[in-house]
């Protein structure tokens, strides 16, 4: 298959890259600095572009979404704004403007994470955005048949512990072969309007 990659060069697309490329998919990487193509995704002017350089593709996976990370009483209406553009709106951009590049019976596969459903401390914004990505992708599976839409929910990566794992007391982390692997599971598998919860 030839998929499209958004944030390959990530930690998390690293990882998705490495699990198709060693199943034999053709990957087209996009980045905002680096990929076969630059794009920054939360810019609907710089879409249309990526498309016309893309062609046509069998899958698209998205393992990028920034959202940021302070107590309530610190995050304002621009920081939601920002977990909204950065990680609901650029996705659902991404769909809207790529179904007639997608192949009929091609797929999308989003990503989320775990605080839509076990929140923690300083994460009500990014609650909120995975909680809007995983409403998405229910409600557009009802409407794109043949082609299909998932999200991966992966909790903390292990690998990010050292930096990350004071925000996430008790939980039980993700490892990125495992992540990756619920790429290949939505992208090479028949499922769709899922969310792949990894662990």
Not at 11 to 31: I, M, Q, S
Not at 47 to 68: C, F, H, K, Y
Not at 82 to 103: W, Y
Not at 140 to 163: G, H, K
Request: aromatic share 6%; glycine share 10%.
């Amino acid at each position: 298959m030839r998929i499209l990659i958004v944030g390959a060069a990530g930690t998390l697309g690293t990882a998705v890259c490495d699990a198709l490329g060693r199943r034999g998919h053709d990957l087209v990487t996009v980045g905002r600095t680096s990929g076969d193509i630059r794009c920054d995704v939360t810019k609907p002017e710089q879409l249309q572009r990526m498309w016309e350089s893309v062609g046509r593709v069998d899958a698209v996976a998205i393992t990028a979404g920034a959202v940021p990370f302070a107590p309530l009483p610190e995050l304002d209406e621009a920081e939601y704004v920002n977990a909204f553009e950065g990680k609901v709106l650029s996705q659902i951009n991404l769909v809207r403007t790529g179904l007639s590049h997608v192949a009929d019976r091609g797929s999308f596969t989003l990503i989320t994470g775990i605080l839509a459903r076990e929140p923690i401390v300083t994460g009500a914004a990014a609650a909120v955005a995975n909680g809007a990505v995983e409403a998405f992708v229910r409600a557009a599976a009802l409407e794109m048949t043949p082609q299909r839409i998932n999200a991966v929910s992966p909790s903390v990566f292990t690998e990010s512990l050292n930096d990350l794992g004071g925000l996430f007391p008790g939980y039980k982390p993700a490892d990125l072969v495992d992540v990756a692997r619920a790429y290949v599971k939505s992208i090479e598998g028949a499922a769709t309007g899922q969310v792949v919860e990894v662990p």
